[in-house]
């Protein structure tokens, strides 16, 4: 009985290195070792080493190697805004990235649909699955948050919404009154807020008590007081008489706001002899004092309304 036997002769190959490459990157090697472990290129240096899990890295390149299977283990989550700067314009979007970094200092994005995604502020503000902010419309800068979370990990981003107009918030929109002073005295979502209401029942509407300095939430009897050049008591026009003898001069006086061109208020000043037929000033309002934020300004009385002598005046206000 004859046997036989028959043997496979072959080689071995050693690993190497390969050639990698995307749609905008290749790495071709000018050097390896036998085993593949240490690649050379004219600005690249991968040291991988016979290590398992060891790290490649250059100067714009981290790679975490290793088996097939191997377990990293993820220490921190960031927020950041993935463009510049952290406001956010009222009715506005920004888009926010989450990055969960590992525990050998490596970093990706977790994979769609694995980060919570939250607010934390009195801000109008709300956020998508995806990390798209999205603020609504605000009366002032306001502070706003917004946090994510990925396993027991968690980050939180500040952001600043902000205000870009002045009548535009909510049910104070489009009224003719700033956002700001209307939620000063009615809250958010007050009523009789309007510029022709009357909330305070006192005869005065809303837009009066604002261009006068006035509260409007509150009956508002008294008049305008002031001494020398300070104001000592916000109230309604009153007429005022300076001088001695034969020579009084006879002035309409009236609260305005410093800030009225820019609040887009227009102050008249008009005259009548016997209240039926009115006249309106064309003198320009002297300046007698102020508190910073409301002047005392008058306006000479005319002699004569249409043949008889002026005796009363009224102040009217308008917005441009």
């Known amino acids: 009985m004859i046997s036989r036997s028959i043997i496979l002769a072959g080689w071995l190959l050693p690993l190497t290195a390969w050639c990698g490459s995307s749609q905008n990157y290749t790495l071709e090697h000018d050097a390896i070792d036998n085993g593949g472990s240490l690649a050379v290129s004219a600005n690249y240096v991968a040291n991988l080493s016979s290590t398992p899990g060891a790290a490649a890295a250059s100067a714009n390149y981290a790679n975490r190697t290793g088996y097939a299977g191997q377990l990293a283990d993820v220490v921190a989550i960031e927020v950041a805004a993935a463009s510049a700067g952290l406001t956010i314009a009222e009715r506005g979007t920004k888009q926010l ?16 649909g694995m980060v919570s995604w939250n607010t934390s502020s009195t801000a109008p503000l709300s956020v998508s699955s995806t990390g798209l902010v999205t603020a609504g419309s605000v009366y002032q800068d306001t502070a706003a948050a917004v946090s994510a979370g ?57 837009l009066q008590e604002y261009a006068f300095g006035m509260n409007p939430s509150q009956s508002s009897g008294g ?98």
């Open 97 to 112: 990235v989450a990055l969960i970094t590992y525990d050998d200092a490596s970093f990706a994005a977790p994979a769609a």
């Open 223 to 320: 008049m305008l007081r002031w001494s020398g050049s300070n104001l000592l008591e916000r109230g309604l026009p009153v007429p005022y008489a300076s001088g001695t003898g034969g020579g009084f001069t006879f002035r309409a006086v009236f609260p305005r706001r410093k800030d009225f061109a820019a609040a887009g208020l227009t102050y008249s000043v008009e005259f009548s002899g016997d209240l039926a037929t009115w006249k309106t000033s064309t003198s320009t309002p002297t300046v007698l004092a102020d508190d910073g934020e409301i002047q005392v300004v008058s306006v000479p009385y005319p002699f004569f309304v249409n043949g008889k002598k002026a005796a009363y005046f009224r102040v009217k206000v308008q917005t441009n």
């Open 150 to 206: 990925y396993l027991n990990f968690s980050d939180t981003l500040s952001l600043v919404v902000l205000n870009s107009g002045t009548d535009d918030f909510g049910s104070y929109a489009a009224d003719g009154l700033p956002d700001l002073w209307q939620v000063q005295y009615f809250g958010e979502s007050g009523i009789q807020t309007g510029a022709s209401a009357d909330a305070d029942s006192d005869g005065l509407t809303n």
